[in-house]
């Protein structure tokens, strides 16, 4: 048990769900969003918790004086937006919400998995321009179609899952996981390349890090079986977005959907521009749903530290 109330900065928008659970949890709770980083690194250390979505960015230079500061949270799954190892050096935990938002992301890679395979948003956007274009838009059917998953964490599990509710023929890889648990889940655990070789439709599910940066590239989609559609709600740089626009343009892969890009937001690029991409602005955890689960989860995982020294969701070790 702390000594003195426990105070939390809330610097970006969220669900005030989670404000209710603080406070009823006894903490003071500040909102200050939009806070430029000298005004942030200024106040910060004023506070026991820190609380962000992906707007604020808590670089080293914020976390140079942190005073009180105990931890950082993230109402969301990635902390590309926190320096992780600045956090470290100063004892700082920085945890996220990993299952808050699990499913709002796999309910939209499974839409985009329908959108791809009927092409569903030129078909509107055609209809908007008063065109009746029926053979334009001869789609595919999923039963029978062999799905690629690759991760199964939190969100990759929910993806399978819905795979196989749609009769679907479901692989999947896991580098960091055992195969049991693809078969509990009724997927067939394969190695990347044969994931990569014998999807039809392959969905990303698997954080941004060295080892997964640009990992399809040039060589990875020259692999995948010829007609192939790929979708990508993980993280951009995962994909190389050059050599996927070259793979569409020579007909290796018949199409893609892409949530998350390299740069973003990306504007009008050559491969948004292409026909057979279907792009959406980073929602995958945008349902009123998600927001205020995860919200509550980050209060909850506060709470439990800050009042009874329980260490949940942390992404990093305490110095």
């Not at 060295?210 to 951009?236: H, S, V």
């Amino acid at each position: 048990m702390m000594a003195e109330t426990p105070r939390i900065l809330i610097a970006d928008e969220m669900s005030s769900r989670a404000v209710d659970v603080l406070r009823q949890a006894g903490f003071t709770v500040d909102v200050r969003t939009g806070l430029p980083p000298a005004e942030l690194a200024a106040v910060v250390g004023e506070y026991h918790g820190l609380g962000v979505r992906s707007a604020t960015r808590v670089s080293a230079a914020v976390l140079a004086q942190p005073g009180k500061l105990r931890i950082i949270g993230r109402a969301g799954v990635g902390v590309d937006n926190i320096d992780v190892e600045a956090a470290t050096k100063r004892d700082i935990v920085v945890i996220n919400t990993p299952s808050g938002n699990a499913v709002a992301a796999a309910e939209l890679a499974v839409s985009l998995l329908f959108a791809l395979a009927r092409k569903v948003p030129q078909a509107a956007a055609g209809m908007r321009q008063g065109q009746w274009e029926k053979k334009k838009f001869m789609g595919v059917e999923l039963a029978g179609k062999t799905f690629g998953v690759l991760g199964l964490g939190n969100i990759g599990r929910h993806v399978v899952r819905r795979g196989v509710g749609l009769d679907m023929q479901v692989i999947a890889h896991d580098p960091y996981l055992p195969a049991e648990i693809a078969a509990k889940l009724g997927a067939e655990f394969v190695s990347f390349d044969d994931l990569v070789r014998r999807s039809d439709f392959l969905s990303i599910h698997v954080p941004l890090a060295p080892q997964t940066q640009g990992l399809f590239d040039a060589g990875t989609l020259r692999r995948m079986k010829t007609g192939a559609y790929l979708i990508n709600c993980a993280r951009g740089g995962i994909v190389d977005e050059d050599a996927l626009l070259a793979a569409l343009q020579s007909g290796q892969l018949s199409g893609a959907a892409l949530d998350v890009f390299e740069t973003e937001p990306p504007g009008l690029t050559p491969l948004l521009a292409h026909e057979s991409i279907i792009a959406t602005p980073h929602i995958g955890a945008s349902t009123k749903e998600a927001q205020e689960k995860v919200a509550v989860e980050l209060a909850e995982v506060f709470v439990a530290f800050l009042k009874d020294g329980v260490v949940r969701n942390a992404v990093n070790r305490r110095a």
